[in-house]
């Protein structure tokens, strides 16, 4: 059966504009009502990655998720936020990023609740692949029902985050960076990533791409205008579709490339029905996206004797930026692998530890870190 992917235009963070989008996506996937019941508790899962003011187009917009949640809460379902962002996952961790990312002010004297549940659940899932055995935020074991509300990104891993990646912050703080540690291999953490999108089911999807992020994203990036706001009743279909309006080609995304492999998503397509306008005519051109390509992407390319013998020199690794960096310590905590010191107010990485992650880059408020993508890994792939 096809998955219908809505595609309605908006340019400005204006409710009643914003609203007015929302509303013209949901009914073209034929209305809520498909997918919710009156009466249902509903967790908003947000994109708040960390503390970022909203425009500088990191979070999912608070009047994106405002104008959201007040037509979900008018249609009869009560409605909780909640993300685990970046970094330890406690009461004043959140408080600092719902106030930083808007949500502080746009959610006061209203009957929608920001989650302050830090505690975990475990949970098992037997329709998972690689990860049965999940960790997950205790709140969304307290809702009937979920939903992926995305930010339009790049991402320096998964080349692009989107609905899929968004339900990675259903994991509770620490324990993301465990998984990273785990699975290193960039396919191999799309697998999971795909997994955590399983386990947390989300009924449905809605990307903010309204402004959108190209470049070192998922927080170091420039915001670019796309105008864009999508709605979906599948986040595998969304990203798909998303990703081909920023000119990505969706085969080059990880987590699509997975969904396609486990059959969630067809190979060629034809079970995506595009709703509303049509990709093209946001008109986004020139959008820049990080190359992501790895050692693991030149295997069959060049003599198996020599990946081993060239990784080091074709890994990108992270660059710090001493310009920028104010010595706070947030890329050494963010380390899977504590492959990162302080030197003085300086970080250094051990890149033998390195697992690439690119957590460092993700997490630092300051935009001091780069990621450096050796000439000769970009000769070998364009081969
Ligand atoms: S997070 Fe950024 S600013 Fe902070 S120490 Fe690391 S590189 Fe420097
Ligand atoms: S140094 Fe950065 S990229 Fe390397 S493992 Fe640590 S967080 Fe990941």
């Given at each position: 059966?096809?998955?219908?992917?809505?595609?309605?235009?908006?340019?400005?963070?204006?409710?009643?504009?914003?609203?007015?989008?929302?509303?013209?996506?949901?009914?073209?996937?034929?209305?809520?009502?498909?997918?919710?019941?009156?009466?249902?508790?509903?967790?908003?899962?947000?994109?708040?990655?960390?503390?970022?003011?909203?425009?500088?187009?990191?979070?999912?917009?608070?009047?994106?998720?405002?104008?959201?949640a007040d037509i979900i809460s008018e249609y009869g379902c009560s409605v909780v936020i909640a993300d685990s962002p970046g970094g330890p996952f406690n009461e004043a961790a959140l408080k600092g990023v719902y106030k930083a990312c808007g949500y502080e002010d746009a959610f006061k004297n209203t009957d929608i609740e920001l989650n302050y549940d830090t505690s975990e659940a475990e949970v098992f899932n037997s329709e998972c692949k690689l990860v049965k055995k999940i960790t997950v935020m205790n709140a969304m074991k307290n809702v009937d029902k979920v939903i992926s509300v995305s930010k339009l990104k790049t991402h320096g891993m998964m080349k692009f985050t989107g609905a899929v990646k968004n339900m990675f912050g259903t994991i509770p703080g620490l324990i993301k960076a465990e998984y990273h540690f785990k699975m290193p291999n960039t396919y191999d953490f799309a697998d999971m990533l795909v997994d955590v999108c399983i386990n947390a089911n989300p009924v449905?999807?809605?990307?903010?791409?309204?402004?959108?992020?190209?470049?070192?994203?998922?927080?170091?990036?420039?915001?670019?205008?796309?105008?864009?706001?999508?709605?979906?009743?599948?986040?595998?279909?969304?990203?798909?579709?998303?990703?081909n309006?920023?000119?990505?080609?969706?085969?080059?995304?990880?987590?699509?490339a997975k969904s396609i492999e486990r059959g969630i998503v067809m190979r060629d397509m034809s079970d995506i029905e595009i709703v509303g306008l049509a990709p093209?005519?946001?008109?986004?051109?020139?959008?820049?996206?990080?190359?992501?390509?790895?050692?693991?992407?030149?295997?069959?390319?060049?003599?198996?004797?020599?990946?081993?013998?060239?990784?080091?020199?074709?890994?990108?690794?992270?660059?710090f930026?001493?310009?920028?960096?104010?010595?706070?310590?947030?890329?050494?905590?963010?380390?899977?692998?504590?492959?990162?010191?302080?030197?003085?107010?300086?970080?250094?990485?051990?890149?033998?530890?390195?697992?690439?992650?690119?957590?460092?880059?993700?997490?630092?408020?300051?935009?001091?870190?780069?990621?450096?993508?050796?000439?000769?890994?970009?000769?070998?792939?364009?081969?």
């Open positions: 059966m096809k998955k219908k992917v809505a595609l309605t235009e908006c340019h400005e963070y204006s409710y009643e504009k914003v609203r007015k989008s929302l509303e013209e996506g949901i009914a073209l996937i034929g209305g809520l009502s498909g997918y919710l019941s009156e009466g249902d508790r509903v967790m908003l899962k947000a994109n708040l990655l960390m503390k970022k003011r909203p425009e500088e187009a990191t979070t999912t917009h608070p009047v994106f998720m405002k104008a959201l449905l999807s809605f990307m903010d791409g309204i402004v959108g992020m190209e470049g070192s994203g998922p927080s170091a990036g420039n915001p670019v205008d796309i105008g864009a706001v999508i709605v979906s009743e599948s986040p595998y279909h969304l990203d798909v579709v998303a990703s309006i920023v000119g990505i080609d969706p085969f080059d995304v990880p987590t699509v093209d005519s946001y008109g986004v051109e020139n959008f820049i996206s990080p190359d992501i390509e790895s050692v693991e992407m030149l295997k069959g390319r060049v003599p198996r004797i020599l990946e081993g013998a060239l990784s080091s020199m074709l890994t990108p690794r992270p660059v930026i001493r310009e920028k960096c104010v010595g706070c310590g947030e890329c050494k905590r963010a380390c899977p692998p504590q492959a990162i010191t302080m030197k003085g107010r300086f970080p250094k990485v051990e890149l033998d530890k390195c697992i690439r992650c690119y957590c460092c880059q993700e997490l630092c408020p300051k935009k001091a870190v780069e990621i450096h993508r050796p000439w000769l890994l970009r000769k070998i792939v364009k081969l």
